[in-house]
Every structure is written in C-alpha cells, then in structure tokens.
C-alpha cells in the first residue's frame, strides 16, 4: 500500500478465474500484514465473472432479408439464438435499439412500423448484453417504394381488335420496371408475366366476346417488383369488333335459280 493506503494488484487474462455453464461469483479476498508481521482481518468482495459468450446469431429477416412496404406496416420480427445463460441480447437496427432477454436459446424483438428504418441497405446487429460483448450483423435491404406506372403499347395496333384480329389470341406488350412481375387483365382474363432486364414484357389473351356492334374493353397492367411492392395499375381502352355474322340465302331466290337451271 502507499502512503494513502491504497493499493492494486494486476492478475492476467490467464489467472482470472472462468466461468463455464452460466456467470459465477468469485470471491476476491485480501489481508493486509503490518510492518512488524502482525496480519489483519481478512476482507473478501464476490465478483462476477462472466462466461466467454459465444456471438449471437440472426435469423432471416421478413423471409427473405428484403422489407416491402406491407411488410413494414406490420411491424418487423427480429429473432435468432443465443447461448443458454447469456445475459441479455443488445440488438440494434438503425435508430431502434432494444435489450432482449432470452427464452432459453432464442430471442425475439418487434421493430414497430415507425422505427423501421428508411429505404436502404441497413445492417441489423445483435451482441452479449455485456461490456465488449461478441456481436453479428446480418445486412437488410428496406424498400418500400412501388414500381412507376407500367407502359402499355397499343393493342393490335390500333387499339381495335378486328374480327380476324380476335380469332388468334392477342400479343399484348409493354414495358415496366426491370425485372419486375406483371399482371395483365383484360375484361376477366388475366395472365401474370416477368419484365426483362430492360423492362419489357408480353402477354398473350383472348379478345373478350362482345356484342353485335362491339364494345370498348379495358386492359389493366400493374407491375409487382422484387421485393413485393404493388405499383399503380395502367388502363387502356381497346375497341373489340363484333365478329362478321354468317351469310344467308333466301330461300325463295335460290328455288328460283334452281328452277332456272
């Protein structure tokens, strides 16, 4: 001890007692022995020691790492598991931060909607609830803003689908973001196709049957992206002719020319 009477003592990472199968208390004691030999009363303090906790993990996030707006809405369930015995998990996502206490071997927090963070990549991090505790981190892609409205070409065309025209199915075409899911309606009938890389796409659907006289239809196209978000549909309207009635023979002029010949 010093002149104050204070004292320390340094033990290395080899001579600090270890813990194994959950934290334990490890009494710390010290006597003090005078000049003259004579030792005093022996003081002990319990410490803590904390076990060598092994890095959490992270499940999946939202199925497939990838958070759509709807997903979003709902709140997002961050999980994973963690070594029996640990703690507590410190998990932090963005500007959300929580302390999850385990059940057993797993963990689970809910990010509500309005602390999931902006669109972007954003790494969710777990670590040991405990100083210097080991931490993971698993990147999360946000995206919560729908394809823009898809492009439709004219049908046919012209937009008007003739009698001949209606008796094959009609190529309808046009573009969407890259990539993404279409679906195209056309007055009940629906076919779901993929855009290219470029953002192209083909359907192929039977003219609707109308009337004698035809009708105007609409098509309807919405584009779906990657992740699941549903943009706003494009409409066009395509004019559908009636198809040719068959031709008829009065009876009384084709006797005639019977009788004729």
Known sequence: ?????QWSVNFTAEQVPTANGGAATVPVTARATDAA????????????????????TIAVVA???????????????????????????????GSFTATVQPTGATWQVTVPAA???????????????VAGGPSVSR????????????VIDAVAGDNRVSPTEGTSPIAITGSAEANARVEVSWQGASQAVNADAAGRWTASLAAPQVAAGGAATVVSVVAIDGVGNRGTAATASVFVEAPFAAPTVNPLRAAAQAQAA
Request: aromatic share 2%; proline share 13%.
């Open 115 to 129: 602390q999931v963070p902006a669109d972007g990549q954003v790494p969710v991090t777990a670590a040991i609830a």
């Open 37 to 56: 030999g004579n030792p005093g009363e022996l003081a002990s303090r319990g410490v803590v020691i904390e076990p060598p906790y092994t890095a959490p």
């Open 1 to 5: 001890a010093n002149a104050s009477g």
């Open 63 to 93: 199925g497939d790492d990838l958070v759509s707006a709807a997903e979003r809405a709902g709140n997002i369930v961050l999980s994973g598991t963690v070594q029996a015995g640990a703690p507590g998990v410190a998990v932090t996502w």
């Open 139 to 150: 990147p999360v892609t946000i995206d919560t803003t729908p394809p823009g409205l898809p």
